[in-house]
Each structure stands twice: as C-alpha cells, then as structure tokens.
C-alpha cells in the first residue's frame, strides 16, 4: 500500500535528505538551528510536568519522591537533546569521543577549566567573601573568648561540622540547586545549543546574547511558586520574577562566553555551582564600608582578566587545531570556507 505524501515516512525521509544536505555543506540551517534550541528549551521545563500531566502518575507521597522525579525528567531531557543535537550538527565523523568534544566534554587541560574560571568568577564575590570572612571572624572571636581552646573543643568543632555537612548531603534541595540543575541546564543551554547557534551561521557575541534568552525563559516555571510565596500579590511577584530572569539573562551569558572561549562544559558549570552557591554578589554592607570597596575592585579585576583568564592558548595544546567552538577551531574555519 503506498503511502501518502505527507505521511510521517515521508516527513522522515525529507529532514534526512536535509541534514544530510547539510552535513555536505559543512552548515546547519539558521532557522533550523533556532527552532531546535526554542524546541529543546521549551521541552526542558515541559517534560517536568509530564508525569502529572501526561502519564497520569497519582501525585509523590514526598517532596523527596516529587524532586526525584523531576531529576529524571531533566536528565531525560538533557539526553535527548544531546542525541538531536549531535544528529543535526554536522560533525565530521560520528565517533562518540569526537562529539563529546564538540560538546565540550574533554579530559585534557580539565585543571585549567576548574581553577581559572571559578577564581575569575569569584572576583565578582569580592564583596561577599569579605563579608563571610568578617563574619566568621567575628564567630571564632565569640567562640574562644567564652570557650578555651583545646583538644576538646577542636573534636566537638570537627563534630560539629561533620553533623553539618551530613545534613547537607542529605537534602533534596542541595542536589538540585548543585548538581542536577547545573548540570543539566549546562548540558542543554550551553552544550547543545551554543553548536547549533554557531553552525547556524550565527555571530559570536550573537550566540553569547542569545542563547541566555532561551536560558532566562525556561526559568519563567517558577512564576507560579513565587505567586504563592508572595501571597498571591502579583505585582511583586513580577518584580521578583523580573529579577531572576535579569540575573539569568547576565549569567547565562557570562556561562556561554566561558564555554565558546574555553571549549569546556566544566568551566561554565564549574561557575554554575559556585553562582548558585553564593547567590547575588553583596554589594554593601552594613557591618563595614570595606566591603563595597572590595566589591568594585574585584568587579575592575574581573573585568581586567576576563578576556587573558579565558585565552584559548591556555585550554588547548593548538589554538589552530582543535576541536572545541572557539572562533580560533579548524571546524569553524572550514564552515567559514564553505559559505564564501
């Protein structure tokens, strides 16, 4: 029985006779390269509420269980757009050690992609370091004046700090915020989509500004839990809202331009566990006028490394002959060469 034209055989045959058209040309198609990124963030936040929604699930017992599943969901959707995105790119060869590359997971100069970015992005921080150091000062001022020091205290302290630290592995929200969200937003808004945006053919101050956009607007499932938590008043929901997808928008772009200058996913996610970790930078402080000091010269430090801590000579043995989205890559010389 033949099929009709605009069977879904049909529809499969077409995007495989266009990726690899593509795959020829070296390119991937502008709008195709945006819809696939629009896609891949629109299903990043959607698939959280899929097994409510569409597989009908009776609602978690726990919050534990309720966050476990949203875990799977994202590393679902972490999955699937790396396998979309490595079939739409057209890589050179389909070896998964080379596309790994391309997206950023490499093992060589990975001390470089750890230190560096996270002391360039704790310059930002300047302020508040200096404040938790005033802080802890202060602590461990109180706590020996009322407590001599000896054996004993120094065991109940590291008692003390271990009790601490189990409770913190133990939380829920701990691996959210540092490891599975990072991760998997990492993975889908810088790995996939940062490759797509440039083999589409865009600039790449223009991927650095737009795929932050994607990454901002997949925030905006919070806007219902911060409706809630600001007893449903809906202006000051908006500003809090606001805000977020601002700071989202400033360090998600900061998180591309880390990925395209190093061609390392850790570098970005290494910034994104410190970020989430540290919140928003403190600006002032009432405790003492030095940390606004220290703020602005961390703030002019940053600015001043920023470009020499991110140099790709210091990611890559040959800044002429590697593998990563730098504008400096043998592969993004060669697609250059193929739209001339």
């Known amino acids: 029985m033949p099929f009709p034209p605009f ?9 495989q006779e266009e990726a690899s058209a593509m795959e020829r040309d070296g390119v991937v198609s502008q709008p195709v390269a945006v819809i696939a990124c629009i896609a891949m963030a629109v299903f990043y936040v ?3 509420y899929a097994p409510t ?37 057209p890589v050179q060869t389909k070896e998964l050690r080379h596309i790994l590359v391309v997206f950023g997971i490499r093992r060589d100069h990975i001390w470089q ?34 407590e001599a020091l000896s054996l004993d205290s120094f065991k109940c302290s590291l008692q003390r700090f271990l009790d601490w630290l189990s409770v913190i592995l133990s939380n829920i929200l701990v691996w959210r915020n540092y490891v599975l969200a990072p991760l ?18 865009l600039k790449t101050y223009s991927a650095i500004l737009l795929c932050p956009i ?43 331009f880390l990925f395209i ?15 989430n970790f540290m919140g928003l930078p403190v600006l002032y402080s009432q405790r003492s006028g030095i940390v606004s000091v220290t703020f602005i010269i961390g703030f002019l430090g940053f600015l001043w490394l920023l470009f020499p801590m991110t140099g790709p000579e210091l990611y890559n043995d040959r800044i002429d002959n590697c593998s990563c989205w730098q504008s400096y890559c043998t592969w993004r010389e060669t697609i250059r060469m193929t739209q001339m």
Do not use: D
């Open 53 to 89: 929604v569409l597989l009908r699930l009776p609602p978690p017992p726990s919050f534990k269980t309720y966050m476990i599943r949203r875990f799977l969901c994202a590393v679902v959707s972490s999955v699937l757009s790396l396998f979309i995105s490595a079939l739409i790119l």
């Open 261 to 275: 200058r190093t061609g390392h996913l850790i570098a970005p996610l290494v910034a994104h566990i410190y970020c």
């Open 113 to 146: 992609a750890v230190v560096l970015p996270l002391c360039l992005t704790s310059l930002m921080y300047a302020g508040s370091i200096f404040l938790k150091c005033l802080l802890l000062l202060a602590s461990w001022r109180q706590h020996s004046s009322s």
């Open 7 to 15: 069977s879904s055989l049909g529809l499969l045959q077409l995007l």
């Open 46 to 48: 959607a698939i959280l």
């Open 184 to 201: 998997t937003e990492e993975l889908v808004f810088r790995a996939c989509m940062i490759p797509l945006l440039l083999c589409g053919g």
């Open 214 to 256: 994607f990454f901002s607007l997949a925030h905006l499932n919070h806007f219902l839990e911060i409706y809630a938590k600001q007893n449903y008043r809906i202006v000051k929901a908006a500003m809090v809202i606001g805000l977020q997808l601002g700071y989202t928008v400033v360090f998600g772009s900061y998180a591309s």
